[in-house]
């Protein structure tokens, strides 16, 4: 199985961007799937995961209100809408996949067996 992720690029502040994830080579029905950060001179953060029901698992703090999750069993793909941008934002966002569950928790990078190769998103002040 492997993660395709894709949709970044630059944004002025307050704008909007839709990262897609997509899963190929297998049958991929993953328990939970999530996005991560990793922002310039900082460690890779949770940003938020979805459960295979379509339920949000959890997301973090900073991306409250900003950011929402969707996956499309059907289409092996997840999706993460970004609204209000900010600088902060800017990271490369890599999407990541658990495949069985229930897992300990949906912030631990361990907890997933999967990782697309991340994109860029870059938000101008």
């Known amino acids: 199985v492997q993660l395709q992720a894709s949709g970044g690029g630059l944004v002025k502040t307050g704008g909007s961007l839709r990262l897609s994830c997509v899963a190929s080579g297998g049958t991929f029905s993953p328990y939970v799937m999530a996005w991560f950060r990793q922002a310039p001179g900082k460690e890779r953060e949770f940003v938020i995961a979805i459960r295979r029901s379509g339920g949000t698992a959890d997301y973090a703090n900073s991306v409250k209100g900003r950011f929402t999750i969707s996956r499309d069993n059907a289409k092996n793909a997840v999706d993460l809408q970004l609204d209000s941008l900010k600088p902060e934002d800017t990271a490369v966002y890599y999407c990541?996949?658990?495949?069985?569950?229930?897992?300990?928790?949906?912030?631990?990078?361990?907890?997933?067996?999967?990782w697309g190769l991340g994109t860029q998103v870059t938000v101008s002040s």
């Open positions: 990541a996949a658990a495949m069985s569950g229930p897992i300990g928790s949906s912030r631990r990078e361990s907890e997933y067996a999967y």
